[in-house]
């Protein structure tokens, strides 16, 4: 079967750095996304790996390692506004998008 | 560019009557669209996979004859969710997919209630 490991919820501090896990056993790989979603919208891409390694957008950095079948989110400089649900997906050898269970990252002043 | 809008964005509707939610892309073609279902502090589920000209394909636990997919033309697909129940309340999102793009597109999702 298909299955996307997230922890459910982190709370961090404003300003400070979180790191969001995720772990993946999918039926085929081709790509691995990040999305932000906000309470009663639709999920907004915030990054794409489909190689190995980093990849850096500003305050977001994304790290895939394939072979391990993890990647995480880092959210640097925390800010209220980054408090939302942020979603793994996963495109499967189907070319479905198989999603986490999300993680609730609560950001604390 | 890669905009997909939804409508409705809202609606409810009494028990047993049914819902027509549409999904469009705007200003590409979208080879592929998904249909999704949120249920409150949940993930989304993926619930069906359309291509244009061709049935839909459900994911298991999806009863395709509750949940009607119409995918006419390569930038129009349909959800008909059939005698809808107060458990079919959800958040119904789509996106679209384009041959020229490794991503997903999202619609801005419909909140159906069902009373």
């Known amino acids: 079967g298909q299955n996307i490991d997230q922890p459910t919820e982190m709370t961090a501090t404003e300003g400070a750095i979180v790191q969001i896990n995720c772990t993946y056993q999918t039926s085929g790989f081709n790509g691995l996304f990040w999305y932000q979603q906000h309470a009663g919208e639709a999920p907004t891409f915030l990054s794409y790996?489909?190689?190995?390694g980093l990849e850096e957008k500003g305050r977001f950095s994304s790290f895939l390692s394939r072979s391990k079948g993890y990647s995480y989110l880092l959210l640097k400089e925390l800010q209220m506004k980054d408090s939302a649900s942020y979603l793994c997906a996963v495109r499967d050898g189907g070319q479905n998008f198989v999603f986490g269970p999300g993680t609730r990252l609560s950001v604390l002043p | 560019g890669a905009v997909v809008s939804q409508h409705p964005s809202w609606v409810i509707c009494k028990s047993g009557t049914s819902v027509k939610i549409e999904c469009r892309s705007l200003d590409f073609q979208a080879t592929t669209m998904f249909w999704y279902r949120q249920f409150p502090k949940q993930s989304l589920m993926l619930m069906a996979t359309s291509n244009e000209g061709s049935k839909a394909t459900y994911e298991q636990g999806v009863e395709k004859d509750k949940f009607l997919i119409n995918h006419a033309s390569l930038t129009l697909s349909t959800l008909t969710v059939t005698s809808a129940h107060p458990e079919d309340s959800s958040f119904y999102i789509c996106?679209?997919?384009?041959?020229?793009?490794?991503?997903?597109?999202f619609g801005p999702g419909t909140r159906l209630t069902v009373t």
């Open positions: 996106s679209a997919t384009s041959v020229l793009s490794y991503e997903q597109y």
């Open positions: 790996n489909v190689l190995d």
